[in-house]
């Protein structure tokens, strides 16, 4: 008996710990899993043909693909709640950023293509996006996310800035001079319950 109770006090003041700690996110877990599903999109599927091309060290490049969205479930978090989940994937089946320049090996300018959200017309209420090449191209280094407007967010060890605000400056600073870039328009979505 003396041995239970040496054993089971314990035992029990860490069950105790870890429902007090647990309890506010399970909560939080049965809320959000609780609520309706979003509407479903009347579209779910879309294809949205780009074109970017280049010229870097004298050298006319083409990147051209078609990337592909797909409407992938409902999916749920805190911070958003639920929500409609997309898949999107290139065509060509290519990495989904297209590497332009490496620069001293620290840093690599790629064409990102854009999210599949936009392109289905899945934009929440208060969010606007308008795509432009200023946003298709990323630039990766190591530590933390810079946005255009100076914000900084730590990220898993990648850096995203597209900090260059038109090809000009784009060519001044990396010295890659953009000829043309055609992206396909998003599409008006409808959802319905």
């Known amino acids: 008996m003396k041995i239970l109770l040496i054993l089971g006090v314990p035992l029990l003041l860490v069950i105790a710990i870890v429902t007090y700690l647990a309890w506010p996110w399970l909560l939080i877990f049965i809320g959000i899993h609780s609520e309706p599903n979003p509407p479903r999109p009347e ?5 949205f043909p780009f074109r970017l091309e280049y010229v870097i060290n004298g050298e006319r490049k083409v990147i051209q693909d078609t990337l ?6 409902f999916g749920a978090d805190e911070a958003n709640g639920k929500y409609r989940k997309w898949n999107d ?3 060509s089946g290519n990495s989904f950023r297209q590497p332009l320049l490496e620069v001293n090996g620290k840093a690599e300018i790629s064409y990102y293509p854009g999210i599949a959200r936009y392109f289905m017309g ?8 308008q795509q432009t090449i200023a946003d298709s191209i990323v630039i990766e280094r190591g530590g933390r996310i810079i946005k255009k407007d100076g ?21 001044d600073k990396y010295h890659i001079k953009l000829i043309s870039w055609d992206s396909t328009q998003p599409i008006k979505n409808t959802f319905s319950k």
């Open 89 to 91: 994937r290139l065509a």
């Open 43 to 47: 579209i779910t599927y879309g294809e």
């Open 151 to 171: 914000r900084v967010f730590e990220n898993d060890g990648r850096t995203v800035s597209t900090q260059f605000s038109n090809a000009s400056e784009f060519l």
């Open 68 to 73: 592909i969205c797909e409407f992938d479930g």
């Open 122 to 129: 899945d934009l929440g209420h208060n969010e606007e996006f």
